[in-house]
């Protein structure tokens, strides 16, 4: 059964983010008095310009490592229940063979990382832990009602939409191929696919607020803009998965969608240029790692259920124990106290 937890991070790569950048090596204080031309050159994986804006802002680089990370996690959640479960197999592209193929499934990964640098380096901003920006500086709405305050320490979002555009996307910009040839239609799709992850973040953007008064009867209020809950970014992110635009390329060497009788794909929205396999069974020249091992749902009649996710090989039945919270009980004040238990479950696992 193959894994699908984030993987050791030691000198690996994540599509167009370095995952060395999340190495432990980056919290040891004593790696920044060294310099940057060190630091850069122990991350495997950088681009050119990449490097140079790391040895530009160091102190970015962790942030960066943990968007990647949380990048992928979120990408493990939103696909656990499908034929291909964002697993990782190994250091050195993290995915494997898979991402080679310009599909649905290359699409969601590449923005979902570049919508996880966005996340990390904002809100890094507003704890205050990057020299080159602060809280957010966005202009107070429009509608905000007058007597409520604006300027609380939000997250910088224009920050950390720059930034990472100028990072996430160095890769891509610094690669040249002949106009109207496979790769330059991939390199196209990446960048079209990172710029939705960024806008999806900022799309999800809010105002949160907090009242203030005596005994709380909120005669006033501080307001800032707030980045969404990152699992709300995944869910919508994912749902523009499910409905990505299939794209080729024309004779003027541009993206166009196959299919003219659909609206063209905006820039807020997922595009791929290759069908993705079956992930049914598994095969090394797709990098497609099958579904004999897996857990499935014989009640389901979704993509969970043993029928699909088994593609009609049948499945095995076993008892397995489980230990969970039971026989909770509220305290006052405040917190409540749980005893675990264990049960016997039937657990079905693919042929």
Known sequence: MHTSSVPSLSKSVFLCLPLSLAMNPLL????????????????????????KL??????????IGEGAKTGIRECQYQFRHRRWNCSTVDNSSVF??????????????????????????SRACREGELSSCGCSRAARPKDLPRD??????????????????????AREREKSYAKGSFESARLMMNLHNNEAGRRTVSDLAHVSCKCHGVSGSCSLKTCWLQLADFRKVGETLKEKYDSAASMKLNLRGKLVQRDSKFNPPT????????????????????????????LCNKTSEGMDGCELMCCGRGYDQYKAQIVER??????????????RCTKTVDQFVCK
């Open 96 to 121: 494997g063979r898979v991402m080679q193929i310009g599909s649905r499934e290359t699409a969601f990964t590449y923005a979902i990382s570049a919508a996880g640098v966005v996340n990390a380096v």
């Open 267 to 294: 820039s807020h929205d997922l595009v791929y240029i290759e069908s993705s396999p079956d992930y049914c069974l598994s095969n090394q020249s797709t990098g497609s790692l099958g579904t004999v091992g897996r």
């Open 148 to 169: 409520w305050l604006w300027g609380g320490c939000g997250d910088n979002l224009n920050y950390g939409y720059r930034f990472s555009k100028e990072f996430v996307d």
């Open 54 to 63: 790391c040895q530009l802002y160091q102190d970015h680089m962790q942030y």
């Open 326 to 339: 039971c026989h909770c009980k509220f305290h006052w004040c405040c917190y409540v106290k749980c005893k």
């Open 28 to 51: 040891i204080p004593e790696a920044y008095i060294i310099g940057a031309q060190p630091l850069c050159s122990q991350l495997v994986g950088l681009s050119q310009g990449q490097k």
